[in-house]
């Protein structure tokens, strides 16, 4: 497994807060194959860990439906960064794309940025949020756009549109039922926690991002990209089979 050094950004700040928001956690963007989040992971952090796994269909294709990294600063055990990462792909007849991405990371205690300094970056990011909440130790947010080109809706709660112990493990029948009741109601949703103490300084980030807007349709178009390849298979294995045994 190979990982990055965090840079000293937590995210990729945009120039101004009008411009249209962009739909990635730390450079992992929604709509990016498997190899395309591997290479930004092993940019990101040479060292860190990453493990992905392989989906495979009856006439033998395969994709990546999941992935997680973990990564851990050895080299300095006293003042560590912890981050771990979870990701979740389509199949291939959509792309095989990235459309859920969570991250945890803990902040190195030497290098720990403010809790105002940590939202900021994300409003700078993603605009305005559709919803926030705040105390002394920390700020919970979370955005919710009908369309990515749109500015997120305004919500009077936050929404449980991603789930942290059910988080997807690939675009399947189950999530695809869940999908199905919740892409007008979630959209394209993102959640945003980070937590400190009563100094103002954070101790730890979380945040996720899915985009349920195109689920089912890719979901239809997987279904029926497998169901060509594995008529194509039996077409040519019923043509080219031995000859039936003796009865």
């Known amino acids: 497994m190979k990982n990055i050094i965090l840079s000293a950004l937590l995210f990729s700040a945009a120039t101004a807060t009008s411009h ?10 929604l709509g990016m194959n498997a190899d395309q989040v591997v290479a930004n992971y092993k940019a990101l952090r040479p060292e860190g860990e990453y493990r992905f796994t392989n989906w495979k269909l009856p006439e033998g294709t395969e994709w ?6 973990l990564y851990n600063d050895l080299s300095r055990p006293d003042d560590m960064e912890h981050e771990r990462m979870q990701f979740a792909f389509t199949g291939m007849g959509s792309g095989n794309k990235l459309f859920a991405v969570r991250r945890e990371l803990k902040f190195r205690p030497s290098e720990r940025p403010s809790i105002d300094a940590v939202y900021a970056a994300a409003v700078q990011k993603y605009g305005e949020p559709s919803y926030v909440n705040k105390d002394d130790t920390a700020i919970w947010a979370a955005w919710k756009f009908s369309s990515v080109d749109a500015p997120a809706e305004k919500l009077k709660s936050s929404l449980s549109c991603i789930g942290t112990s059910d988080f997807p493990v690939g675009l399947n029948d189950h999530t695809a039922g869940k999908v199905k009741k919740s892409a007008s109601f979630c959209g394209l949703y993102i959640e945003f926690t980070v937590r400190g103490d009563q100094t103002g300084l954070a101790n730890e980030l979380d945040m996720g991002m899915m985009n349920h807007l195109d689920l089912v349709s890719d979901f239809e178009t997987d279904n029926q990209d497998a169901r ?4 194509a298979a039996r077409a040519k294995n019923t043509s080219s089979a031995a000859p039936a045994p003796k009865l």
Do not use: C, L, S
Not at 21 to 29: H, K, L, P, S, V
Not at 228 to 231: A, E, G, P, T, Y
């Open 20 to 29: 249209a928001a962009e739909f990635d956690i730390n450079g992992m963007a």
């Open 64 to 69: 990546v439906a999941n992935g997680r990294t």
């Open 228 to 231: 060509k390849r594995i008529d």
